[in-house]
């Protein structure tokens, strides 16, 4: 059984950077893509970053130069290091595990109906 776990959130001022953690297990993690996707309140889940099971990354442009994704493999576990943050960024944030295991293009990755197990989120608040 896949379950996904994440963590760090928190209540930061604008400007400030965290960094959110993915810890996987009931499957080698590294044979997958991982994805982040954001829900504000009262608001549809929007797709943050993406990546993929063969090492490319994705962003949401409303979050390209400040966030990145990273994985580490040996602790199936996937990273969202975020800086420079928004009020805007405030939503609560789930990490997600696509099956696919063969080349998708970018847009692919951006459906949240793509992905096959999600996490149970973490907030991220962010006051000005």
């Known amino acids: 059984q896949v379950q996904l776990v994440e963590s760090g959130g928190g209540l930061v001022q604008a400007g400030d950077s965290l960094r959110l953690s993915c810890v996987g297990s009931?499957?080698?993690?590294?044979?997958?893509?991982m994805g982040w996707f954001r829900q504000p309140p009262g608001k549809e889940r929007d797709f943050v970053a993406v990546?993929?099971?063969?090492?490319?990354?994705y962003y949401a442009e409303s979050v390209k130069g400040r966030f990145t994704i990273s994985r580490d493999n040996t602790k199936n576990t996937v990273y969202l290091q975020m800086n420079s943050l928004k009020p805007e960024d405030t939503a609560v944030y789930y990490c997600?595990?696509?099956?696919?295991?063969?080349?998708?293009?970018?847009?692919?990755?951006?459906?949240?109906?793509?992905?096959?197990?999600w996490g149970q989120g973490t907030q991220v608040t962010v006051s000005s």
């Open positions: 997600a595990l696509d099956e696919t295991q063969y080349y998708r293009p970018s847009y692919y990755y951006m459906d949240h109906q793509k992905y096959d197990y």
């Open positions: 009931g499957r080698t993690f590294s044979s997958y893509s």
């Open positions: 990546i993929t099971w063969s090492g490319n990354t």
